[in-house]
């Protein structure tokens, strides 16, 4: 029998059994040798003595939320480091360009977690076109029906929804949004008309996408360029009773702006994710009756982790099988990640 690769994991312990169930993680010992028990949380367990020597003979690390910083120091401790597999989903936080100059693979399980995000942001754009929060606000205070008539304003039959950003979750919220009656549109400064056309969706200027949508939901990544992408000139160009919804990265959205807008009644937000987070206690968001804030719990959630650590199994597989990895991530691709 071949020998197998000896692992490591590097991320918040507390994480490891909810990422990796019992059968999650049998599968990925079928691949490489792993003790659960050995985890690596923050850069002074490397010097912990059985830790110390784990890392020493590491060929693969299998990061996750909590990763301690994968600087030149831990490399260092990591002679044979081949693979970094990542069971979340942007590799921000830990990766460092020593990664590529070393020639170490990185994989990331981005693509996995896209599915619950995008589940998400599909939910909210349902009920955000049957008003469902306004609905239920007022049914509260009236305890009663308006009367069994049509409400009008309402509905997702035709109901404009842009795309902001064709990152993996703004593709897949594309590809979820093809079952519904919904006219969905994108816009993303490195998609051509081409690119657009082949996800099905036409490609407008952000200006105009913003004035023709009743629905939208934010998936680009937080770069220096991205920050407050939505202004107070941006939320103005959006028509009255329009919804924006943020499940990518607070610093995306200028928060006074929002906060301004809203105090209008003019527009409504979902925002699963805030600038700072979590919100101060005496933030209006948590207030307003035009917005819905929830505590970033779009991505992988509960039994969701478990995809998570299936797709480091997989890629576990693939390197033992001396194929390519199916997520490799590129140093130029880190400024894309959200």
Known sequence: MTQRPYAMFAMSAENVPQVFPPEVLARLRESVDIDPALVAEDHEDFTDPRLKDALARTEILVTGWGCPRLDAAVLDAAPKLRAVLHSAGSVKSLATPE??????AVSSAAAANAVPVAEYTLAMILVAGKDLFAARDRLRGERAFPGWGLVPGI???????????ASRIGRKVIELLRPFDLVPSLTDPYVDEAGAA??????????DLLRTSDIVTVHAPETPETRHLIGPRELALMPDGAVLINTARGGLVDHEALIAELGTGRLS?????TEPEPLPADSPLYDLPNAFVTPHLAGSQGNEAARLGLAVAEEAERLGAGRPLAHGIVQSELERMA
């Open 99 to 104: 990664l590529w100059r070393r020639g170490i």
């Open 155 to 165: 509905g997702n039959h035709g109901r404009r929804v842009g795309v902001i950003g």
């Open 198 to 207: 082949a996800l099905g969706v036409p490609l407008l200027p952000l200006d």
């Open 269 to 273: 937000a979902i925002l699963d994710v």
